[in-house]
């Protein structure tokens, strides 16, 4: 068989591969906290024909994805929202949340939250936003006025403005850093979970401090895909993936021409 026609299978794949990332890109581009992903490709085993006296004669036998990595060096930008439950980092922090059924953690920069019924901060699925003492509650605590406000400032601090004219601490909230990010696994809902690879404080730090950012209250992390990028790479992926098609066109064209001689 012709290694042209190995080499041409295995870039259709990888190509189709790298349209899957693309696409995926540009279905987010309004995600909040998403962080786009690239594909590195590298080149597979060679085929050794033979040797002279400049080296080895080898012939490459097609492309592999070696890794597909997402782009955490690049923060999306800032949008206001006037909502003060809203927050986003100016960092490289992630915000950690719970949930309080299972009690397993998380890892996002989806600052999208709202006050549950009982004071908790929490995102879409009910995940409870962690400080420095846990699940973060905004009451009166102990005394008998009711809540009247809260504000969050950039130290992650919680202060509650109660009805009799005082105010309270709600808690700190506390950012998480990675020193390798992309060994964080994506598990949905902006998500991710954390393996020891990743490279995660042994607690997680008040925001300014350890790398991890400041918190902005009313304002949310857009997405960090760039929307003319993607649709050049799309065009570029398009155009590699008709010219490896033709690549087997032409090896299919070959061989009927060999099976062709004995007729």
């Not at 026609?5 to 190509?15: M, R």
């Not at 060096?73 to 915000?95: H, K, R, W, Y």
């Not at 809260?150 to 700190?172: E, P």
Request: charged content about 10%.
């Amino acid at each position: 068989m012709l290694l042209s026609l190995d080499s041409g299978v295995s870039a259709l794949e990888q190509f189709q591969q790298q349209l899957n990332v693309i696409a995926n890109n540009i279905a987010n581009v309004n995600t909040v906290g998403f962080k786009s992903a690239n594909v590195n490709f590298a080149d597979t085993l060679s085929e050794t024909i033979g040797s002279n006296a400049a080296g080895s004669t080898q012939i490459g036998t097609g492309v592999t994805t070696s890794s597909i990595t997402n782009n955490f060096s690049t923060p999306g930008s800032l949008s206001s929202t006037g909502v003060q439950s809203d927050l986003a980092i100016n960092g490289n922090g992630f915000f950690v949340v719970k949930d309080p059924t299972s009690g397993s953690s998380y890892a996002t920069q989806d600052g999208t939250f709202t006050v549950d019924s009982s004071g908790y901060l929490v995102t879409s699925s009910g995940l409870r936003l962690q400080g420095a003492s846990g699940d973060i509650q905004i009451t009166a605590g102990s005394s008998s006025a009711t809540v009247a406000g809260y504000s969050i400032g950039t130290d992650g601090k919680v202060t509650v403005s109660l009805s009799d004219g005082t105010s309270a601490s709600a808690g700190q909230i506390m950012l998480q850093n990675y020193s390798n990010p992309d060994q964080l696994v994506k598990v949905g809902d902006n998500l991710y979970t954390a393996p020891t690879a990743a490279g995660g404080l042994t607690a997680a730090a008040a925001p300014g401090s350890s790398g991890t950012g400041t918190i902005e209250s009313g304002y949310l992390e857009m997405s960090n895909v760039d929307l003319a990028g993607q649709l050049t790479s799309l065009i570029t992926t398009q155009r590699a993936y008709e010219a490896n098609s033709k690549v087997i066109t032409t090896s299919d064209n070959v061989l009927q021409t060999l099976v062709n001689l004995v007729r």
